[in-house]
């Protein structure tokens, strides 16, 4: 087994142990497995991106990598069990005592979903939502699948009664769940389903991770 060489990073790595983890970042003890690690990839590219720290425990404490074969993994997991690949940018740092940390980066990706293939051969997306890495709903797989050829779908846009009542409801602090949608503007499920895929696409709503859930919110005209 070859030692792998690492730039010096001690301060770095510690600031960065420091933040903890959070939306953008995650910590791993080890890699047993690439497509454990391929959900957490899919996770920052459906989100804003982030980063690994392959040999630091949850607690924050660096256990250091210990060998060659946790890169490959991790190249691996991005490669082969992420739909579409994903790119990594994986840069060890040695710290203070000779122990390796491998920071592994992902962009967010341009085009969504990026999902997980499945031992099953079934296809997984995932979102970061706080330190979590949590199941992206079919109706957000085919809001992001809408909204990555929306750019195509041009002219004027009238909005009906169902699309003012979900903007209304949506605007709402705790936003607003499919259900209470569907009764409140009296559609059926796969009419609702369509109308919040149109307006996400439309830039007009979001999926936020409220109440144990992913509810529709209204999107910030200023932003």
Request: net charge negative.
């Amino acid at each position: 087994m070859k030692d792998i060489r690492g730039i010096r990073g001690t301060h770095y790595i510690a600031s960065l142990i420091a933040e903890g983890e959070h939306e953008c970042q995650d910590f791993k003890f080890a890699i047993p497995d690439a497509r454990k690690i391929a959900r957490s990839l899919s996770a920052f590219a459906n989100h804003s991106g982030g980063r690994l720290l392959i040999g630091v425990k949850d607690n924050g404490v660096v256990a250091g990598v210990r060998s060659e074969e946790e890169i490959y993994m991790i190249e691996q997991a991005a490669e082969m069990h992420c739909v579409p690949a994903q790119k990594v940018n994986i840069t060890p740092f040695r710290v203070d005592g000779g122990l390796i940390v491998v920071r592994a980066e992902i962009a967010q990706s341009a085009v969504r979903p990026v999902c997980v293939r499945e031992a099953d051969g079934s296809l997984t997306a995932f979102y970061r939502v706080a330190d979590e890495n949590i199941a992206a709903t079919p109706l957000m797989v085919k809001a992001w699948q809408r909204a990555s050829v929306n750019d195509a779908v041009g002219g004027p846009v009238r909005l009906g009664d169902g699309e003012r009542i979900l903007l209304g409801l949506s605007a709402r602090p705790e936003g607003v769940e499919v259900d209470e949608v569907m009764i409140s503007a009296h559609l059926s499920r796969a009419a609702t389903e369509d109308m919040v895929i149109r307006l996400y696409a439309m830039g007009l709503i979001d999926f936020t991770y409220l109440k144990g859930s992913f509810r529709l919110t209204a999107c910030n005209d200023d932003e």
